[in-house]
């Protein structure tokens, strides 16, 4: 091994494509995902670059025991279980991948909306039972409806491009971008959405800013019933509030393929603190659920390792 070669450590599993790049590009990996945390951290001083995806969270403890660390490569969208400002400050860079799964989050939003719709989760399990229920099942179509979206990055701009055959008006909203009205969307202010949302979409990070952004509070201000959607992250949306809001008929519906419930590694759930309002969630015909796998097809598997490859390619190799 040359002095200038990186060792990069695989501590989840990846579509073998990442490993592949990486090593035809000269670096050193190891790919052991298998070992638990305690057998990592003791190897961790070894290490110039880590693979992650949601095994564990990568705080200021794991990352002072990184000594030689010079960048984190998350095969995803978000960066919420990395400290990022801490690993910046010891000139650590952080890769995300959102470009490789934008695809899959646009259509999975745009299929859970249609789903919702036309009631085809109910219709499938009547229509098993012998049950032709016609009048009960009648839909809803997206034309002429105005879709807001919150978040104009990777993903939200991947919906709205999945929207234009549809003929609704869709407008968004991001804090943090300004200029970006494309033929597929028309920047707003938050108000805006407010006002005028029949269905609101929810595309951004989670972050301490946006933590349960989506409250009591949130809900109250649409001026007209609306359905929302959920592709981003569990934690921006209060369950609770949402139920309660689902009841009284401020939320028309909701399509859930994330959960304030999920547990760090967003493969799973806290199943012994399940409350009633999840029980809610599962008996109500006006929510669709999916278990975090808007992103989780087979072509973005592969996206996700050839573009946070890249990314580490371009800077390192």
């Known amino acids: 091994m040359s002095k200038e070669q990186l060792r990069v450590l695989f501590i989840d599993s990846t579509h073998p494509r990442l490993l592949e790049m990486?090593?035809?590009a000269g670096f050193d990996c190891q790919y052991t995902p298998e070992l638990n945390?305690?057998?990592?951290?003791?190897?961790?001083?070894?290490?110039?670059?880590?693979?992650?995806?949601?095994?564990?969270?990568l705080t200021k403890a794991e990352l002072d025991k990184a000594t030689r660390l010079?960048?984190?490569?998350?095969?995803?969208?978000?960066?919420?279980?990395?400290d990022v400002p801490y690993a910046e400050s010891k000139g650590i860079t952080c890769f995300n991948a959102p470009e490789g799964n934008r695809d899959a989050v646009g259509e999975h939003a745009l299929g859970m909306l249609l789903c919702l719709f036309n009631n085809l989760c109910r219709c499938n399990k009547e229509v098993g039972m012998g049950l032709w229920?016609?009048?009960?099942?009648?839909?809803?179509?997206?034309?002429?409806?105005?879709?807001?979206?919150i978040g104009y990055g990777n993903m939200g701009s991947a919906f709205a491009q999945r929207?234009?055959?549809?003929?609704?008006?869709?407008?968004?909203?991001?804090?943090?971008?300004?200029?970006?009205?494309d033929e597929f969307c028309e920047e707003k202010?938050?108000?805006?959405?407010?006002?005028?949302?029949?269905?609101?979409?929810?595309?951004?990070?989670?972050?301490?800013?946006?933590?349960?952004?989506?409250?009591?509070?949130?809900?109250?201000?649409?001026?007209?019933?609306?359905?929302?959607?959920?592709?981003?992250?569990?934690?921006?949306?209060?369950?609770?509030?949402?139920?309660?809001?689902?009841?009284?008929?401020?939320?028309?519906?909701?399509?859930?393929?994330?959960?304030?419930?999920?547990?760090?590694?967003?493969?799973?759930?806290?199943?012994?603190e399940l409350p009633d309002d999840f029980k809610y969630l599962i008996d109500a015909d006006n929510v669709l659920l999916s278990p975090h796998v808007g992103g989780w097809t087979h072509e973005s598997n592969i996206k996700l390792s050839e573009v946070t490859a890249q990314k580490i390619i371009n800077q390192f190799a």
């Open 22 to 24: 990486l090593e035809e």
């Open 70 to 82: 010079k960048f984190i490569g998350r095969v995803g969208a978000g960066l919420e279980n990395i």
């Open 189 to 272: 202010q938050l108000q805006d959405l407010f006002d005028t949302c029949d269905i609101l979409s929810l595309h951004i990070p989670q972050t301490e800013e946006t933590m349960f952004m989506v409250n009591d509070d949130f809900l109250g201000k649409f001026k007209k019933p609306f359905f929302l959607i959920n592709t981003a992250r569990g934690k921006i949306v209060r369950i609770s509030d949402l139920v309660k809001h689902l009841k009284t008929g401020q939320v028309r519906g909701a399509c859930l393929d994330v959960l304030e419930y999920e547990k760090t590694s967003f493969e799973d759930l806290h199943a012994n």
């Open 163 to 181: 929207l234009k055959g549809f003929d609704c008006k869709v407008i968004a909203y991001d804090k943090y971008k300004f200029n970006y009205s």
């Open 37 to 57: 945390k305690d057998e990592m951290l003791a190897i961790f001083d070894q290490f110039d670059g880590f693979i992650i995806r949601s095994k564990f969270k």
């Open 133 to 149: 229920r016609r009048e009960e099942n009648r839909g809803l179509e997206i034309k002429g409806k105005t879709v807001g979206i």
